[in-house]
């Protein structure tokens, strides 16, 4: 099974509105961490956000929110106020210490935002 | 306090050459992972190393890779004899000491096999 799935290839934006990009992830430990990060075209991973699987409440950094259901295994990202520097691919990720801390990926959606 | 440095930043190599490609951790970093990057794919975890030790390596194929993190210097992952399936970006990733959560990545080596 899948660790994480990304179900969008890709999305297009209006500048300067809100996009949800969506991650769904399978887990049986109790003790793990959710991750975004921005690929821009010039390839290097950019983190964005983090979410601890113990945290209580949403992680936010800036114009990125991340909606933590846990119940429903969904950690899908929020960009809000969308720039045209917005445009990426962007990648979901989880680590869980019972497999040494390396990140398994999603394999990402491609953000555009249209001016 | 530099990031994770990562050199070659592109490297071209011919069928059948061998590919160094090198993984200098942030400061204070003890563990590196390393990374493989199909072209559009997302990340997938190859090796994950503490200095002189490989901790896991459940992700690096069989043959022809290899990896390694000495007491000095940075880390190595070394393919030999590459084939054209080899070519990809390879990305490499530090955190600190154990029980700490970051990873941080490095700028990514692009590696094309002519």
């Known amino acids: 099974a899948q660790k994480i799935t990304q179900t969008q290839p890709g999305m297009f934006v209006q500048e300067k509105e809100a996009v949800t990009l969506d991650c769904t992830y399978d887990?049986?430990?109790?003790?793990?961490?959710l991750f975004w990060y921005k690929q821009p075209s010039s390839g290097e991973m950019i983190f964005l956000i983090y979410q601890g699987s113990y945290d209580q409440q949403n992680a936010t950094e800036g114009r990125y929110s991340l909606n933590f259901q846990k119940a429903r295994k969904s950690a899908n990202l929020v960009i809000s106020a969308s720039q045209l520097g917005d445009s990426a691919m962007y990648f979901c990720?989880?680590?869980?210490?019972?497999?040494?801390?390396?990140?398994?990926f999603g394999t990402g959606t491609s953000l555009t935002v249209i001016p | 306090n530099a990031g994770v440095m990562q050199n070659p930043r592109h490297l071209v190599r011919r069928r059948g050459q061998e590919a160094r490609l090198r993984c200098s951790p942030m400061?204070?970093?003890?563990?590196v992972y390393w990374y493989r990057q199909l072209p559009e794919e997302g990340l997938k975890f190859m090796v994950y190393?503490?200095?002189?030790?490989?901790?896991?390596e459940s992700g690096m194929p069989k043959e022809r890779f290899s990896a390694e993190f000495p007491k000095e210097g940075p880390s190595i992952l070394r393919i030999q004899q590459v084939v054209r399936g080899d070519s990809a970006a390879y990305f490499c990733?530090?955190?600190?000491?154990?029980?700490?959560?970051?990873?941080?990545f490095g700028p990514g080596t692009r590696l094309t096999v002519t």
């Open positions: 400061k204070g970093h003890s563990h």
């Open positions: 990720a989880m680590r869980e210490p019972s497999t040494g801390n390396q990140f398994y």
């Open positions: 190393l503490q200095k002189e030790n490989i901790i896991d």
């Open positions: 887990t049986s430990d109790p003790s793990y961490g």
């Open positions: 990733a530090s955190s600190p000491p154990q029980g700490a959560f970051e990873q941080y």
